[in-house]
Nanobody
Framework: QVQLVESGGGLVQTGDSLRLSCAVSGRTFSRYAMGWFRQAPGKEREFVAAINWSGGSTSYGDSVKGRFTISRDNAKNMEYLQMNSLTPEDTAVYYC???????????????????WGQGTQVTVSS
């Protein structure tokens, strides 16, 4: 029913910025929560950011608070992650996710999500 495709990753240097995008397609007949997760080599999947349907509720992982901003444009079926002041610790594959029929809350646990994108690589050199 739903497909998610991430884009915007790449190779940058410490201190640079990137904006990741996630395009949602397919009929859902539902409002949905969205989020971003990342996985670095040798590391477990890590929560990055989450946002509810209206954008009025957001949540961030401790390691990215103050540097990353999650947003969405429901008219375009798009989710974004603005990443500033990047460091090598941010190097990972970044995944967007969606959970249908969730209106009010930002979902922070990966097991609750219904759909996932294929991931986009972000590499930050020192």
């Amino acid at each position: 029913q739903v497909q998610l495709v991430e884009s915007g990753g790449g190779l940058v240097q410490t201190g640079d910025s990137l904006r990741l995008s996630c395009a949602v397609s397919g009929r859902t007949f539902s409002r949905y929560a969205m989020g971003w997760f990342r996985q670095a080599p040798g590391k477990e999947r890590e929560f990055v950011a989450a946002i509810n349907w209206s954008g009025g509720s957001t949540s961030y992982g401790d390691s990215v608070k103050g540097r990353f901003t999650i947003s969405r444009d429901n008219a375009k079926n798009m989710e974004y992650l603005q990443m500033n002041s990047l460091t090598p610790e941010d190097t990972a594959v970044y995944y967007c996710a969606a959970k249908l029929w969730v209106l009010r809350v930002a979902v922070t646990t990966p097991d609750e999500y219904d759909y996932w994108g294929q991931g986009t690589q972000v590499t930050v050199s020192s």
